[in-house]
């Protein structure tokens, strides 16, 4: 099948996650002609456009555009298969927004739930082997030079981990939230059927990401921390049990995260070829348009800040 990918930035690393699934990237779509040029001469792509419009002839598109455009591109290719950049919105979703929208398989991509780490973390809580849950903590920390307000930056780094909790605890509800100066002191508090979720986003010291995550559960608690520097891929440590070492920890050479989002195109795929249902898909991790709206609205009156 021919995809065709709109946005030059993230969009270039789904010209590598589609190739390895043995799909052609038949155009690609930027803002600046000249780079966008540039890019498709890099990447080998023969088409390259500022006009959406031009990959009409594609069977499979991207969007990896800025957030705030997706509904629009989500509209105009409501014909065919998407796969759409997370967040879907990264704003309050009105209603009726996405009415008419995903007649065809369309997914927005959040692939931690695609990480070895998650799976490993997945299978200790499908054993049981902590309990019912009572509190979940996650702390983000971050540092980079882009300009991004705090509920940006929050939805942006934070909503990794979240869309994993949301995929195995259920929908939350906020309960409160706070937001400081910058980006140093963003917290929310969320419920889910009982279980809390106390969540916020810090600013680093250094330029990076680094994320810690607690599940407290009534028999036993797991603990995670990972995170990126410059110089260095991605890596998540160990995951521990009561502080006793549950796996080998995850880091690859090529990125952990990429060959996460290869493994979301190989099931994104599957639904398009009819190879594996929507739900299946949806159970092994995957978010359909309702299923990240629903990320979203757990932080709506956070991200009204915004508006």
């Known amino acids: 099948m021919k995809v065709g990918i709109i946005g030059t930035s993230w969009g270039r690393v789904h010209v590598g996650t589609f190739r390895e699934a043995g799909h052609e990237i038949a155009g690609i779509v930027g803002t600046n002609p000249e780079g966008t040029a540039r890019i498709a001469a890099e990447e080998g792509i023969p088409l390259a456009s500022t006009n959406a419009a031009d990959l009409q002839h594609c069977d499979i598109i991207v969007i990896a555009s800025p957030t705030s455009t997706h509904l629009d591109y989500l509209s105009q290719f409501n014909d065919r298969p998407v796969l759409c950049e997370k967040p879907l919105t990264g704003a309050q979703i009105v209603p009726g927004a996405l009415a008419g929208l ?3 398989p369309t997914f927005v991509n959040y692939p931690f739930s695609f990480l070895e780490t998650a799976k490993s973390i997945q299978k200790i809580l499908d054993d049981g082997e902590l309990g019912p849950l009572s509190r979940v903590v996650l702390s983000v920390g971050c540092r980079f030079p882009m300009q991004k307000s705090p509920a940006g930056w929050f939805l942006d780094i934070a909503a990794h981990p979240l869309s994993f909790l949301i995929h195995t605890l259920g929908e939350f509800q906020l309960v409160h939230h706070h937001i400081g100066e910058g980006v140093s002191n963003v917290s929310a508090l969320l419920e889910s059927e009982g279980t809390l979720l106390d969540t916020q986003l810090y600013r680093l010291p250094e330029t990076g990401i680094q994320i810690d995550l607690k599940l407290i559960g009534e028999l036993k608690r797991l603990e995670l921390s990972g995170g990126f520097r ?41 639904v398009v070829e009819g190879k594996t249902p929507h739900v299946e898909a949806l159970n092994n991790g995957m978010f359909d348009l309702p299923k990240a709206a629903l990320l979203e609205r757990s932080l709506d009156r956070l991200l009204a800040t915004d508006s």
Do not use: H, M
């Open 102 to 104: 995903g007649r065809y």
């Open 230 to 270: 410059p110089g260095d891929n991605w890596r998540f440590a160990p995951i521990k049990v009561d502080g006793q070492e549950n796996n080998e920890g995850e880091w690859d050479t090529r990125d952990i995260w990429y060959s996460a989002n290869c493994r979301v195109v190989e099931q994104f795929l599957k």
